[in-house]
Nanobody, 119 residues
Framework: QVQLVESGGGLVQAGGSLRLSCAASLSTFSFNAMGWYRQAPGNQRELVAAISSSGSTNYADSVKGRFTISRDNAKNTVLLQMNSLVPEDTAVYYC?????????????WGQGTQVTVSS
């Protein structure tokens, strides 16, 4: 069974930084892609950043140049470095992993970690 465990959220002032970590119960090479989503109150869950098994990355326009996603394959971990945080980044951040079998994509989610940016 796939388990994803996030850590690193918290309260930070605007302009500050946080680093989120997602530890997977399987090798990161087991997944076609891994990423981070976020959901603010009253909003839909949205993609923040993703990294494929080949290492290519994708970012939401709102975080480009501020956030960096990376993988530590030796530790089966995906990291999200968040710099220059703004209050609009406040949300619950969820780790996501995807596996594809026979044309079907399976999504796995962590429990979420709260990020709060004060102005």
């Amino acid at each position: 069974q796939v388990q994803l465990v996030e850590s690193g959220g918290g309260l930070v002032q605007a302009g500050g930084s946080l680093r989120l970590s997602c530890a997977a119960s399987l090798s990161t090479f087991s997944f076609n892609a891994m990423g981070w989503y976020r959901q603010a109150p009253g909003n839909q869950r949205e993609l923040v950043a993703a990294i494929s098994s080949s290492g290519s990355t994708n970012y939401a326009d709102s975080v480009k140049g501020r956030f960096t996603i990376s993988r530590d394959n030796a530790k089966n971990t995906v990291l999200l470095q968040m710099n220059s945080l703004v209050p609009e980044d406040t949300a619950v951040y969820y780790c996501n992993a995807q596996r594809k079998y026979s044309g079907t994509t399976y999504h796995y989610w962590g429990q979420g970690t709260q990020v709060t940016v004060s102005s």
